[in-house]
């Protein structure tokens, strides 16, 4: 993110940045300065909302993403949310930006308390000159410290007397979406709308009832405590097409969909349940079905049965459930058959931190099996990527006839962007299995070719029909115990995946294409990291970035991009290990013996923040935005500088 939001003068106003003036907490009167409230434009402002899961701040975080996406700007989001059930402290973080927006934000420019645990926990992450606004009936912040604009609103006893006090406070997060939409002069018709259409097939008078508190937070004389306005420039996007609005969830079910998959079956996990709730919904409308099978054995069993029949199927789970699965996806390696599965990572081992991100399963995608069990790890790298890795991950599951994991984790699962709406005229596939007869002498497990998995029902013209199953077998399918056939079947799996890695295109590198540093990473890191590479640069390092989302195999090429670059970090949100490397930092030095990798790795359970990238990378150099970067390497043999008692004080919820 920008230091401070880019603010420009308003046509007649003042050029004072809205971090200028420090106002009085509520109650204070207006001074004559308060004159003047058309609003500043600016470009980029991260909103941070903060308070208890029970409060609903991620359904009013949602509504301003969604007013984004339809007002045609950029938003990325962020949250925090407890992971037992009577719930506890959590954020919801928003970044609307006029421009391109990579990542959702280092530092808060304006942050909402609604607790005294809120604004304690929370307000470091408050850039100075920033606004605190606070609910003055429950916080009572330190007034002598002058770095903030303090704006205080009684929201708790507001939102009682607009309500009637028979809904106590349980809309005080639409009265301060009210409050929030007055001071950036957002679209309050269509957020109206949006609330609408939330609530739609509720009773009429809970849809009245946020509405009620939606107009008094808009209604409230936040001028008499605030000096400036802002509004977000509209700079209009290239290419005309309408944005969507969604999170990565979404994304990836609604992938699924156009990539033709019709079935699939799962067991309820976090966070990979609501792509199951979509698919569960959504593929009856296409004449397909999805299966909440007993256990997560039974799920991607019964996916199989699915893509035996010829319609490719998915299943999907977090890290413990693919655990579960392992078993049978190694009968889909062994047999041969297309499948899709998806990983839903979030914070291990074990139970772990079930609502916290991490990228701590890459290793488990790619070897977790018995035996030699190839299989092919696509990550998304972005909201909208999920919706496409989809597509690419059907692609290859049909043309191989081979296992497909997508990973994918909690920061996009939950995460919401707009992006262009996708072309479905072009995009969408017809899931219709191949019954074409086959000709005489059809070998299902031919050696000399790739091979993909017959339906049952399809004529093959000599009458000799192949067996499937999970013993090793020969071209027909006949069970097998020969060393020889063992030793040549082995092969026809592991060369599948060196054929697919020979079409995949190498990524593009983003910034220096050759230089000092080169930054790589997979999954979710895409934003920050990119972010990273352009500050790095405006400091004058020489650094560029690559980003994978075909993980396994890995496109060939890569070793003459870093062959450009004096050292190659891979950045990853998983554990350094034994040996002083993150997981994908440990498979490519593996792969090309290059000594010159290396990793910035942390396990907090929260997401990268950009300076926290830069000073891992170059320490020393850049000071992080509150002097604290966990699991920060301090040399090139992944030794660590940790502030250990600071990452074990980090309070659920605070991002």
């Known amino acids: 993110m920008n230091e401070t939001p880019v603010v420009k003068q308003a046509e007649g106003g003042s050029a004072a940045s809205p971090t200028s003036t420090a106002t009085p907490a509520s109650g204070a009167s207006p001074g004559s300065d308060r004159a003047d409230l058309r609003p500043e434009n600016i470009q980029d402002a991260v909103i941070r909302l903060a308070g208890n899961s029970q409060d609903g701040i991620q359904t009013a975080g949602a509504f301003l993403a969604r007013l984004a996406g339809r007002s045609d700007h950029d938003v990325m989001t962020y949250m925090t949310i407890p992971a037992t059930i009577s719930g506890g402290p959590s954020i919801f973080q928003v970044r609307i930006g006029s421009g391109e927006v990579l990542s959702a934000g280092d530092e808060a420019d304006f942050l909402v308390a609604f607790y005294q645990h809120s604004y304690q926990d929370h307000l470091d992450f408050l850039r100075e000159g920033g606004v605190l606004l606070y609910d003055s009936d429950n916080v009572e912040p330190n007034l002598d410290d002058k770095r903030f604009v303090y704006v205080g609103v009684p929201i708790t006893g507001l939102t009682v007397e607009a309500l009637g006090g028979t809904a106590k406070d349980k809309g005080k997060n639409i009265f301060v979406l009210g409050l929030i939409s007055k001071i950036f002069n957002l679209d309050a018709d269509k957020l109206k709308k949006l609330i609408t259409e939330k609530f739609a097939g509720k009773d009429q008078s809970i849809v009245n009832t946020a509405l009620m508190a939606f107009q008094a937070g808009y209604a409230y004389p936040v001028g008499n405590v605030l000096t400036k306005h802002y509004r977000f420039e509209h700079i209009p996007k290239p290419g005309g097409r309408a944005q969507i609005t969604m999170d990565g969830n979404q994304a990836l079910a609604y992938g699924l969909i156009a990539a033709g998959v019709r079935y699939g079956a799962g067991y309820p996990i976090t966070p990979w349940s609501s792509i199951m709730e979509t698919l569960r919904r959504e593929l009856p409308k296409y004449d397909g079905i999805f299966v909440q099978a007993e256990d997560e054995l039974g799920a991607v069993s019964l996916a199989l049965g699915f893509s035996y029949s010829g319609y490719l199927a998915v299943t999907g789970s977090a890290g413990p459930g693919i655990s579960l699965k392992a078993e049978a996806i190694g009968w889909a390696s062994m047999a041969e058959i297309p499948l899709i599965v998806c990983n839903i990572q979030r914070g291990g081992p074990s139970t772990g931190l079930p609502t916290n991100v991490e990228q701590s399963d890459l290793h488990q995608a790619i070897f977790g099996s018995h035996g030699d069990s190839p299989r092919v790890v696509l990550a998304a790298a972005s909201v909208e990527d999920c919706f496409y890795i989809a597509i690419e991950a059907a692609r290859i599951a049909r043309k191989y006839s081979t296992p497909v994991f997508i990973l994918s984790d909690t920061s996009l699962a939950t995460r919401i962007e707009a992006f262009d709406e996708p072309d479905l005229s072009k995009l969408m596939v017809d899931p219709k299995p191949d019954l074409t007869p086959r000709e005489g002498g059809f070998k299902p497990y031919d050696l000399e070719r790739i091979t993909q998995h017959i339906p049952p029902g399809t004529r093959i013209l000599d009458g000799k029909y192949p067996l499937i ?70 400091h004058g390092e020489k650094i560029g970035a690559l980003h994978l989302r075909h993980v396994h195999p890995l496109p060939n090429g890569l070793e003459k991009i870093f062959a450009k670059f004096k050292r190659v970090v891979t950045v990853e949100m998983n554990d350094q290990g034994l040996y002083g490397y993150g997981q994908l930092g440990t498979i490519l030095r593996a792969r090309y013996c290059e000594p010159k990798i290396q990793s910035v790795t942390k396990t907090d359970g929260l997401t990268f923040r950009v300076k926290e990238i830069l000073q891992g990378v170059f320490p020393g150099k850049f000071v992080s935005v509150r002097g604290y970067s966990p699991n920060r390497p301090v040399s090139g043999n992944g030794e660590q500088d940790v502030d250990v008692a600071r990452a074990e004080s980090i309070a659920q919820g605070a991002g």
Not at 470 to 482: I, R
Not at 509 to 518: I, S
């Open 469 to 538: 199953g999970g013993l090793e077998h020969d071209e027909m399918g006949h069970p097998t115990g020969s060393p020889k056939l063992h030793m040549a079947m082995t092969a026809k799996r592991r060369n599948k995946l060196r054929k697919l890695a020979e079409e995949i295109p190498v990524p593009e590198v983003y910034g220096d294409q050759e230089g000092d540093t080169l930054l790589v990473g997979w999954g979710s890191t895409y934003g920050p990291i990119h972010d990273a590479v352009k500050m790095g640069r405006e």
